[in-house]
């Protein structure tokens, strides 16, 4: 038995699958959790980003309460007296 189970089953031997697994962890941890597509982006540009992210996402939880607790459709109280 030459090959390993995982070797065989790619057709490599295990020494080159080992080497694709440490690349291809080199390769993540190089990015990490940056985006790629703004890699110009500031710190100060970065935090307005976060700011205006936050922002909007308490809007939108905002309008998802009120329309839970129908605080979104005006009142059909009038403030006139009927008789």
Same mark, same amino acid.
């Given at each position: ?32 959790? +940056? ?5 110009? $982006? +500031?710190?100060? $540009? ?6 205006? +992210? ?23 109280? +009038? ?5």
């Amino acid at each position: 038995m030459k090959n390993s189970i995982a070797g065989a089953r790619f057709g490599m031997r295990p020494s080159k699958l080992v080497l694709a697994f440490v690349l291809a962890f080199l390769a993540v941890a190089m990015f990490g959790c +940056t985006r790629v597509d703004q890699p110009g $982006e +500031t710190l100060a $540009e970065g935090r307005r980003r976060h700011i205006r +992210t936050n922002r909007i996402r308490s809007q939108q939880l905002m309008q998802d309460l009120d329309a839970a607790w129908f605080l979104d459709k005006p009142s059909k109280l +009038t403030d006139k007296k009927i008789r």
